[in-house]
Structures are given as C-alpha cells and as structure tokens.
C-alpha cells in the first residue's frame, strides 16, 4: 500500500475514533438529563473534531500565500509601531472557533517577538460572519468602546470578549462591567450599541475582506501576503521574516 493510502487510512481510523468516542459522550450526557450545561461540553467536543480534522487531514498543508495589491489598513485599531515595516491586517470573528485559536496560541507570540518588538503592526478588522450570531454585536460593542477609550480600550475589551465568548453566546453585561472599569461611560456605550453606530464601519471591514479575496475567519494580509486560517505561529514567522529580510 502507498504512504498516501497508508496517510489516508490512519486518518480515517483515526477520526472514526474521534467521532465514535464523542457520540458516546453525546449519548451518556442524554442518559443522564444532560442540562443546559452540557451544551458548552457538546460544542466544544465537535469543535474539537473540526479542529482535528483541520489539523491532521493528509495533504492538508497550506498553499504558499498568494498576493493583493493595496492598502487595507483602513482607519481601524491597531497594535504595535504605526511605522513598523510589516503590517498584519487580520480579518477575523470574535465568535469564530478557529479565530479564538489564533488569538489563544499565536497572537501572544506575534506580540511578543514581534508587535512589542516594534517589527510588526497588526490591524484588526471585523468580519462577522452570519451563522455566529454573537459576532456582530461583539464586534459593535468593541467599537462602541473605542469610540470612548481609543486603541487602547479596544483592545483591551478585544482581549475580554475572547476570553469570554463561545458558540453558546457572550455575557454582554461582563463585559460591558469590564469597559466601565477602563472608564468607559455605560450610558453613551449602550447609546452606540443601540444607533448601530459603527454598521457602515464593520460593513467596510467586510466590504474590503471581498475585495481581498478573504470570505473566511480568520484572515490575514501581510504585507500584501494572503494567510488563511489559524496556522502556527511558524507560518507567520516564515512570512514576516521573509519581509523584514527585504
């Protein structure tokens, strides 16, 4: 048997298995009145399916990065040196399973290695995408509060709700009690939230996702180079070093 097929079949086992071990879950939970509780359980276990399946698919290694011409930085929030000489636009899903993994385990070392360092600016857009239905509010929220407290406040709310949110939901009221202790003045927040202030923003957030050729969470442009996806931090290290060399 070639190492393709030998690839394939591993997989194959290896998800049936995967599949198996959490309908048995999904099963025990039924038998024993599963509450409502246990649904953060059940999305977490076919979140991890999917994750798996991404991850350990054969073949599945990223196509080298294609280019876009232009500039999508917009007047959105960023973090980092405004003249760093590589820029990050990330596209991205508060509500996004996958976009919560990049914000869990490759920000923080982009940051450290290469926002903090001065290397890198990243531009956060929004790209709420319609079947997460917390992901356009929180995205509102998040620029109601930036309307207060500048690139700062956002992201230190940015950092709140995705510590927070899951595919079950987001508790608005902890977060909005996280803004206030930034200083953040509830009853302007509320009035934001509630004009729907910043739709045409978040629409031109999406509006230049499609023109980047970007219709999935999360995505990035760097320097004019096309990520998709959460890839490792090695992924993104390979292209901003390759930047910084030029």
Not at 13 to 34: C, E, P, Y
Not at 58 to 64: F, K
Not at 100 to 119: A, R, V
Request: negative net charge; proline residues 6%; hydrophobic residues 40%.
């Amino acid at each position: 048997m070639g190492q393709k097929n030998q690839n394939g079949l591993v997989f194959a086992v290896l998800f049936a298995s995967t599949v198996i071990a959490g309908s048995l879950v999904f099963l025990g939970m039924q038998l024993s009145g599963g509450s409502s509780s246990n649904d953060d359980l059940k999305t977490q276990i076919a979140e991890g399916i999917d994750a798996y399946i991404a991850d350990n698919a054969p073949g599945n290694t990223p196509p080298p990065p294609s280019k876009v011409e232009g500039d999508f930085t917009d007047d959105d929030p960023f973090m980092g040196a405004d003249d760093a000489p590589v820029v990050v636009v990330e596209f991205s899903d508060y509500q996004c399973p996958f976009c919560g993994k990049f914000f869990n385990e490759t920000l923080p070392q982009i940051k450290e290695n290469y926002i903090d360092t001065g290397k890198v600016k990243l531009v956060y857009r929004d790209l709420p995408l319609s079947f997460h239905p917390d992901a356009y509010p929180a995205a509102l929220l998040a620029e109601c509060v930036r309307d207060q407290k500048g690139d700062e406040g956002y992201f230190t709310i940015h950092d709140v709700i995705f510590a927070n949110i899951s595919q079950s939901g987001l508790d608005y009221d902890l977060v909005k009690d996280e803004a206030v202790k930034i200083g953040v003045n509830l009853d302007e927040l509320n009035g934001c939230i509630e004009s729907d202030k910043f739709k045409a923003e978040i629409d031109a957030d999406q509006a230049d996702a499609g023109r980047a050729g970007i219709s999935g969470t999360p995505g990035f442009i760097i320097n004019g180079n096309i990520v998709s996806g959460a890839q490792p931090f090695s992924s993104f290290e390979a292209i901003i070093e390759a930047e910084l060399a030029k």
